[in-house]
């Protein structure tokens, strides 16, 4: 198998919908050096100009918020069949770790985020576009569960947070993103999840044969 991407994969869908589940059943179907992934939410930017009071006040459901620049830049290095240092970003301090995480380059390359859609730049260099929808509902108790246990939030800093920007900016930007969407995967119904993914890793396999 070739070491440089043949296939980009772009996963998008609000908070909570269920796209690094997508991804992981994605690369089940595959050995581990068949595939590679980059999360969009390790590129947000790092703000040391910022207390950490500031940091916690930050839109981090805008556009503005991610380095786009730097995944593009890992995008094309993958494709040249270059490794990546991918950001490893700490949610509880709103940083930049120290640490770096390399991400080699493989035959199939899966890129995920809730706003990957939004900038067209990113679009581009996606091959297949898929869009995770998922019921609002569904989406909040996840991200409530998720925050309050892996990224020691309380739950009236998440009820805050999601009235005051995750929803409006779901509104905004995710939820209209769908329109480029190449496939849409209805999350949460079973069958057609599994009919969705079977075509899809069809698709893989083709790619990397």
Known sequence: MSSSPSLVI???GGSGAGKSTIAG???EAFP???IATLEYDAYYRDRP???AHARSEVNYDHPNSLDTDLLLEHVAALRRGEAVERPVYDFRTHRRSAETQTISPSPILIVEGI???VDARVREVLDICLFVDTDADIRAFRRV???MESRGRT???VRKQYYATVRPM???FVEPSKRWADLIIPEGNGGNLDIALDVLIERMRGAIS
């Open 49 to 51: 100009d910022l207390d």
């Open 145 to 147: 569960r998720r925050d």
């Open 10 to 12: 772009g996963i998008a």
């Open 32 to 34: 581990p050096e068949a």
């Open 115 to 117: 706003l990957l859609f």
């Open 25 to 27: 059943r994605l690369a």
């Open 155 to 157: 739950f009236d800093s």
């Open 170 to 172: 779901h509104l905004e």
